[in-house]
């Protein structure tokens, strides 16, 4: 079983709706929560991060963690063509990192 | 937020000869930086973790003397891909480890085609 789960996608929605991604994770010393977006031929870039169990908001993006069921979410409220992107959740556990396999998202005009 | 800039963006090489990618972290030190390579359409694949003053750590399958790391500062780690092959070609992505936010954060990427 691999330590962290994430749906490879691809996911499409039309513009404006609320995209939600989801991460399962095995570990439960996990600390640290994070989200990446990837862009075609760029590196990731950091969204957000969160420590505990929660909701953490920034702008139309929500991290959710809850540390009972092992899971994440990323929700993007009016999404938008420029949201189109792979994105990787990531989780820590003392400076050891592991990351999803991204999933793909379309956002469609 | 932290800035990790990588270096060159793309370069091209002849088969056989070398070539050196840059990672450095901007505002903050590293102590600990990490090499992915990633084939298109696909998930990162971590190659090596590499930390400040000691050896790198690499993953199964990665041949450490093809792919040399040298991690010399606590803001610089550099990637070397010996006599390469156009198999080596790919996007190759670092990363630098922020122990005071406890997150990472990726450099640009670095396209290498070997021709």
């Known amino acids: 079983q691999k330590e962290v789960e994430q749906d490879p996608g691809p996911l499409s929605v039309p513009e404006g709706a609320i995209v939600s991604l989801n991460c399962t994770y095995s570990n439960s010393a996990f600390q640290y929560f994070m989200w990446y977006r990837q862009y075609s031929r760029k590196g990731p870039e950091l969204l957000m991060y969160?420590?505990?169990?929660g909701n953490k908001e920034d702008g139309r993006f929500t991290a959710q963690v809850d540390k009972s069921s092992k899971y994440i979410s990323l929700f993007i409220r009016d999404s938008q063509p420029s949201d189109s992107a792979t994105y990787l959740c990531a989780m820590d556990n003392f400076n050891k990192f592991y990351f999803g396999s991204g999933t793909k998202l379309n956002v469609k005009p | 937020g932290a800035v990790v800039s990588q270096h060159p963006s793309w370069v091209i090489c002849k088969s056989g000869t070398s070539v050196k990618i840059e990672c450095r972290s901007l505002?903050?030190?590293?102590?600990?930086m990490f090499w992915y390579r990633q084939f298109p359409k696909q998930s990162l694949m971590l190659m090596a973790t590499s930390n400040e003053g000691s050896k790198a750590t690499y993953e199964q399958g990665v041949e450490k003397d093809k792919f040399l790391i040298n991690h010399a500062s606590l803001t610089l780690s550099t990637l070397t891909v010996t006599s390469a092959h156009p198999e080596d070609s790919s996007f190759y992505i670092c990363?630098?480890?922020?122990?005071?936010?406890?997150?990472?954060?990726f450099g640009e990427g670095s396209w290498l085609t070997v021709v």
């Open positions: 505002d903050f030190q590293a102590t600990t």
């Open positions: 969160t420590y505990s169990s």
């Open positions: 990363s630098a480890e922020d122990r005071g936010e406890n997150t990472i954060y």
